[in-house]
């Protein structure tokens, strides 16, 4: 079964400062890859995803994140972090072709943001 | 642009007690899902329905049921309410068959529930 991993449970970035979010999973072959975020009080948000071809997928808000196989990883970046991005960072993955699968979502990562 | 709906947004309920949580979406989806969100837990799913007239078990099912009303709402029944089901509530719905994850999810705004 498919799985992911988010290393960081909260992460805290200087305000103008480049910004990486780790994310790893577990599939057989290549997954669906997606970002949301989650402000406080609020239903996700999806920033980017990833189906195939280019690795590296460019997403809403200046997020960016890159596909590496290699390392079943699927890092999301930001080169200057706003203050306003603070919030709650999830990665999920889904597998294709999988009867009945819906997305399975990593537990998070809280991002702070300081000035 | 309402996208997913979700009523109420707060709740407060005693043990025992039963309640229907409501979710309607206007994107024309056939799919859709509700999860619940708990302190470092992430989202878990509890149930989703593939199309309009089928619905399946997700990772936490025991102790709800739903239905999936026509395309546009999907329901989420507490027929037993306990405090472990105090959680954040959320619906979504994606395009396209689940089967094909390849389709974003979008969510509603989530429903706050206690049970004392």
């Known amino acids: 079964a498919q799985s992911v991993t988010q290393p960081d449970i909260h992460i805290t970035v200087s305000e103008g400062a480049s910004l990486e979010l780790r994310c790893n999973y577990s599939y057989g072959a290549t997954p669906y890859l997606f970002w949301y975020v989650q402000s406080p009080g609020q239903g996700l948000q999806l920033l980017l995803k990833y189906f195939s071809g280019d690795t590296l997928v460019q997403g809403i808000k200046g997020f960016e994140a890159e596909f590496k196989r290699s390392q079943s990883s699927f890092n999301l970046r930001k080169p200057s972090v706003h203050w306003s991005d603070a919030a709650e960072y999830f990665c999920a993955v889904g597998a294709p072709g999988q009867a009945g699968t819906a997305l399975i979502f990593g537990k998070g990562t809280t991002l702070s943001v300081s000035s | 642009n309402a996208g997913v709906t979700q009523t109420p947004k707060f709740q407060v309920l005693k043990t025992g007690q039963s309640m229907t949580l409501q979710c309607a979406q206007d994107m024309n989806h056939n799919s859709m899902y509700w999860y619940r969100q708990d302190p470092g837990m992430g989202l878990r799913l509890i149930y989703y329905?593939?199309?309009?007239?089928?619905?399946d078990k997700g990772e936490v099912p025991n102790g709800y049921n739903v239905s999936r009303l026509n395309k546009r709402e999907f329901s989420l029944r507490l027929e037993s309410a306990a405090p472990s089901q105090t959680s954040v509530y959320f619906c979504?719905?994606?395009?396209?068959?689940?089967?094909?994850?390849?389709?974003?999810?979008?969510f509603g705004d989530g429903t706050r529930l206690s049970i004392l």
């Open positions: 979504a719905s994606s395009d396209g068959d689940s089967r094909v994850s390849n389709q974003p999810q979008h």
């Open positions: 329905s593939a199309s309009e007239g089928t619905t």
